[in-house]
């Protein structure tokens, strides 16, 4: 089903309510100028400043005042925000404080949203001039924004740590819209978080210049909505790069012989964009053809599992070298079942293929055993196949599984 971009477009335009309603809910208007109602996520009835930052002014201060105030910055950026005396030196000259009484409101706020000294300490060393800001009046509602859709204040307070940007946007004319656009395409707000999770950029972007067009293409293309909300989803940054890279690496994709209708189309997108990514993938292909794998069988496990051309060189290694040394599996015959690598090592494949090893040596089962049919399933299936089905035969063997008896 394809995702109607007008319709997308309309819902990203924020509309103020004269009634104050509950937080955090959603109405739907009719606007003057567009047929089609247009939702909007509404605050209850409270004074938000538009502006991201509240403006200070002051008279020009003499130099004996404004080294003053450099000191007493200073001062307070090491003792109250943690932060080292070089990086306090830095920071203060971005803002001069006059006194604490501004900048304690901002840390009380952040504190009791659950930032830790740490997290503060990088906020404000990225960011000083928050501590200028109405704590009140303009992060307070920002805050209470996210909270209201689902963003838990430990992943609050570690987005923000990691990009305060969010808390310099004005929550009126940035973030609002943002959030209606986003849930006109993802429809949940479980998958928004998961989106912020992953880049704050889904709301500090301007969605018409290449999420927009990237989406519109997608949906032309005959990707359904699920895909590309799984696109959106986990991997944004893939779906927010320049349209004319996109649309590059879409087509690249086909002509590889993914199906748009099918989800590893998307998957194989992500794994193509980037400079990042591209890196990886050659250095994936480099791996997997010093353990025998000819271009074709790289080909063939990249199409069945786009992301294993995204695993870490050690990943691939520790297990190829477990399949290879220690099952005595040909190393080709892993391509056919790409999925495997995912897998780990530890918790699932060493466990499973020793309980394999105990009923091949007593004839209990077949040698010529398939992985898929090993290692897919979920544990459950697996003991009450392997291992409880034997239990009176072989009891050690739940010992064997859970790593007690060493082969």
Same mark, same amino acid.
């Given at each position: ?19 104050? *309603?509950?937080?955090?809910?959603? $109405? @739907? &208007?009719? #606007? %003057?100028?567009?047929? =089609? ?5 509404? !605050?209850?009835?409270?004074? *938000?400043?538009?502006?991201?930052? $509240? @403006? &200070?002014? #002051? %008279?020009?201060?003499? =130099? ?5 105030? !450099? ?11 943690? &932060? ?12 001069? !404080? ?11 706020? &952040? ?297």
């Amino acid at each position: 089903m394809a995702v109607a971009i007008p319709q997308a477009i309309s819902l990203a335009r924020v509309v103020f309510l004269t009634k104050p *309603i509950q937080r955090g809910s959603f $109405t @739907t &208007l009719q #606007s %003057k100028n567009h047929r =089609k109602p247009i939702l909007v996520f509404s !605050l209850q009835q409270t004074q *938000i400043s538009s502006s991201p930052l $509240t @403006t &200070l002014t #002051s %008279k020009t201060p003499n =130099k004996d005042e404004q080294q003053q105030k !450099l000191s007493f910055t200073i001062g307070y950026l090491i003792d109250s925000c943690g &932060l080292s005396p070089d990086s306090a030196t830095v920071a203060a000259r971005k803002l001069l !404080l006059d006194s604490p009484e501004r900048p304690n409101t901002v840390l009380n706020l &952040l504190r009791d949203h659950g930032f830790t000294a740490a997290q503060i300490s990088t906020l404000v060393k990225k960011r000083p001039v928050l501590l200028l800001a109405n704590a009140e009046s303009v992060l307070l509602p920002k805050l209470s924004f996210f909270l209201s859709i689902g963003v838990s204040k430990s992943l609050l307070a570690r987005t923000l740590a990691s990009d305060p940007t969010i808390l310099t946007r004005s929550l009126v004319n940035q973030l609002i819209p943002s959030y209606n656009f986003l849930k006109s395409v993802l429809d949940s707000d479980e998958k928004i978080v998961a989106a912020l999770r992953r880049t704050t950029w889904v709301f500090l972007e301007d969605h018409t210049k290449n999420l927009v067009p990237n989406i519109t293409y997608m949906a032309e293309t005959g990707v359904p909505q699920k895909c590309i909300q799984l696109l959106l989803t986990h991997f944004p940054e893939a779906v927010m790069q320049k349209s004319h890279e996109f649309q590059a690496i879409a087509k690249q994709a086909q002509e590889m012989g993914f199906n748009p209708q099918k989800s590893t189309f998307v998957l194989a997108i992500h794994a193509l964009s980037g400079k990042g990514n591209k890196s990886i993938w050659d250095k994936c292909f480099e791996v997997y053809q010093r353990w025998g794998w000819s271009e074709a069988d790289i080909m063939c496990a990249f199409k069945k599992h786009p992301h294993c051309m995204m695993l870490s060189e050690r990943k691939i290694n520790r297990t190829m070298e477990y399949f290879v040394n220690e099952m005595n599996l040909a190393p080709r015959s892993i391509a056919q079942c790409p999925v495997v690598l995912f897998f780990s090592l530890e918790k699932r494949i060493i466990p499973r293929c020793s309980v394999t090893k105990v009923l091949v040596s007593k004839g209990l089962m077949k040698e010529d055993w398939s992985l898929t049919s090993l290692l897919v399933p979920v544990e459950q299936v697996f003991l009450e196949k392997l291992v409880i089905k034997y239990e009176e035969e072989l009891p050690e063997l739940m010992d064997v599984y859970q790593g007690c008896t060493k082969l």
